[in-house]
């Protein structure tokens, strides 16, 4: 039985399986220039966080009506569950969507009815958070949650994802502040591949609550100690780290040292269907390549459920 967990770091569109987006491009008349799933998972080798990003912006050609997306989500839950996950805060990308003519309301409502269902028919209770491109202008992220506004019930909180090395946090410091007043929780990706300042930049100019990958902070011992007495939850992504090249190979992930320095680390699957695994194949590769306690994993799992968006009457870890 994989351990009970709480999945904080998952973009929705980085859990297309190449079956499932043979399946759709099929569905909605979609060349796909690739023979078949078996060389497209092929492409799946990459050398940095761009060259990713390349296929995965590509591949959300397939995704178009409202059914495709509630189909994709629905795909992660029923893996998600398989392996442990009881909460999962749900990333999606709506300016990679509305740039292709896909309107908010059919992103929203194909992912609000999966997720909606998800406590019923797989056991998962879930948060959906709209991503800011920060790759894209500020004006575009004001544009996108004003776009988002009439669909805020749905939604719980933004984030801040793709390229990110040059697009600092302070560039979304206005759309932020906007978000917070609408009652939006605030998370962002910073120090993937930015350096640490882009860490504290996004705690101090964002205002964020948890801090995604947080894996560059071990650079800088003032940051560190800030993010442990402070207990600021940081979504580490092993298997991610090791596909885009930000950690050669698992045996030298930070992990362990940090959990021994005290920090609030979770361990998530970012993009599963790229990067080799969902939650628990994560927890499984981070306690063979690291040699990690079993005492370790269960904090690794009760850090995510402490981190999580969940209201007092949600404790899932007694689930
Ligand atoms: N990093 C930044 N942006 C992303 C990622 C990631 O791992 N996945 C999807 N968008
Ligand atoms: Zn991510």
Do not use: W
Not at 262 to 284: E, I, Q
Request: glycine share 6%; with cysteine.
């Amino acid at each position: 039985m994989p351990l009970p967990k709480a999945e904080l770091h998952l973009h929705i569109e980085g859990t297309l399986e190449p079956e499932l987006a043979f399946a759709l491009a099929a569905r909605n008349g979609i060349a796909l220039p690739y023979a078949d799933a078996e060389e497209l998972r092929h492409k799946y080798r990459f050398s940095d966080l761009q060259s990713f990003l390349d296929l995965y912006y590509e591949l959300m050609a397939v995704l178009r009506t409202e059914d495709d997306f509630a189909d994709l989500a629905e795909a992660y839950l029923t893996r998600a569950a398989a392996q442990g996950v009881r909460h999962a805060e749900v990333f999606f990308d709506p300016q990679a969507h509305l740039a292709r003519g896909v309107e908010m309301a059919t992103v929203v409502d194909g992912l609000a009815r999966a997720l909606e269902g998800a406590p019923e028919r797989h056991g998962v209770s879930t948060r959906l958070i709209m991503c800011f491109l920060r790759d894209e202008s500020a004006e575009s992220a004001a544009a996108t949650l004003d776009a988002a506004r009439p669909h805020l019930d749905h939604i719980t909180g933004v984030g801040l994802d793709s390229a990110e090395v040059g697009h600092p946090p302070s560039k979304f410091r206005e759309v932020y502040e906007k978000a917070a007043n609408l009652g939006l929780r605030r998370v962002a990706h910073a120090g993937e591949e930015g350096p640490p300042a882009y860490i504290t930049e996004a705690l101090d100019v964002l205002g964020v609550e948890r801090v995604d990958h947080g894996l560059r902070s071990v650079e800088d011992p003032d940051l560190v100690a800030r993010l442990v007495r402070d207990r600021v939850p940081l979504t580490l992504c092993p298997l991610s780290n090791v596909r885009l090249r930000t950690v050669d190979v698992l045996a030298d992930h930070p992990l362990r040292a940090m959990l021994e320095a005290g920090l609030m680390a979770t361990v998530n699957s970012d993009d599963p269907a790229y990067f080799g695994g969902y939650a628990d194949d994560n927890f499984h590769a981070v306690r063979e390549a690291l040699g990690l306690t079993d005492d370790q994993l269960r904090e690794l799992a009760r850090n995510s459920f402490l981190a999580a968006f969940l209201d007092d009457d949600e404790d899932l870890r007694k689930a």
